[in-house]
């Protein structure tokens, strides 16, 4: 596997200054959100996750180290993950290899951009053969790659960035982009993400993507509204966003075309399919 394609597993020093400056990461703040919120788990029987230090700071630092936020969190992705079981249990990357191999529909940039957050492209228009792949495929796709994430502390300071491509979208990916995925996928986006999302970049979108607009519009609450941003085939105004320097040149950027995908990333889940197997075990505890 290449050094290229691998996960950041060790805090950086620059996410470290941000973390104490955005997310209240002091030493105090820490000691005292992870002193609460173990036990605040340890008095609910209803959910289970384990309680070592490292793992309970993916919710603490979404929440900014206020305990009782993070515990809510846990109990909205446990409540998720019940309502969502014939997709997400015991889901590992094997059940979904060919989609994630063969099919060019996610992908992330294997370095980080100028504010050191993970860049994730979905491909929602001619590279989606919707009688290939579906859109609950596509979803459980989302869950693996943020599994992954979760892992990484620098991510869970600094964010994710997602940009959706919608080249070439024709009425076969309209017609699978429901409404029952939008809410499934807001729901998880909005309520049920143990990470920071900062942006949502629409890029290549038609004409047509109006409609798609129309399904998912309900449904997005005002926070996530405001990280939306639409850019069309125009991507002067992406790099607002996102320097150019850090970009491929399929999208304006400096850097060489994309000639990588998930065949590339597949090796990362498997290298990480303990941490994956665990993840399953978590969640509402079975009466």
């Known amino acids: 596997m290449s050094e290229k394609f691998c996960l950041q597993l060790t805090l950086s020093d620059n996410a470290k200054s941000i973390a104490e400056k955005d997310l209240n990461e002091t030493e105090e703040n820490v000691k005292n959100a992870l002193i609460q919120l173990k036990e605040l788990l340890e008095n609910d029987k209803t959910i289970y996750y384990k309680i070592d230090d490292e793992f309970l700071k993916i919710f603490l630092r979404p929440c900014k180290f206020y305990a009782t936020s993070a515990y809510e969190l846990m109990k909205r992705i446990a409540?998720?993950?019940?309502k969502y079981k014939t997709l997400l249990y015991d889901l590992v990357p094997s059940q979904e290899r060919d989609a994630i191999v063969?099919?060019?529909l996610i992908n992330v940039l294997?370095?980080?951009d100028q504010l050191g957050r993970r860049v994730m492209i979905v491909y929602c228009g001619e590279n989606w053969n919707t009688s290939k792949v579906s859109s609950d495929?596509?979803?459980?796709?989302?869950?693996?790659i943020h599994?992954?994430?979760i892992l990484e502390p620098d991510t869970q300071i600094n964010g994710t960035v997602v940009i959706m491509d919608y080249k070439g979208m024709g009425l076969k990916q309209v017609a699978a982009l429901t409404p029952a995925f939008s809410m499934k996928l807001l729901g998880f986006i909005q309520d049920?993400?143990?990470?920071?999302?900062k942006e949502i970049h629409m890029v290549n979108n038609p004409w047509i993507f109006k409609t798609v607009w129309a399904v998912f519009k309900p449904f997005i609450k005002e926070k996530l509204g405001k990280r939306i941003h639409f850019h069309e085939n125009k991507m002067p105004s992406l790099h607002k966003f996102i320097d150019k320097s850090y970009l491929p040149k399929n999208y304006g950027g400096d850097l060489p075309e994309?000639?990588?995908?998930?065949?590339e990333w597949y090796p990362v889940m498997e290298k990480h399919i303990d941490h994956?197997?665990?993840?399953?075990?978590y969640g509402l505890v079975e009466k």
């Open 79 to 82: 409540n998720f993950r019940a």
């Open 102 to 104: 063969n099919h060019n």
């Open 110 to 112: 294997p370095d980080r």
């Open 137 to 144: 495929q596509i979803f459980r796709l989302f869950y693996l």
């Open 147 to 149: 599994l992954l994430a």
């Open 192 to 197: 049920a993400m143990p990470l920071r999302l």
């Open 258 to 263: 994309i000639n990588y995908g998930g065949k």
């Open 276 to 281: 994956i197997k665990e993840w399953n075990t």
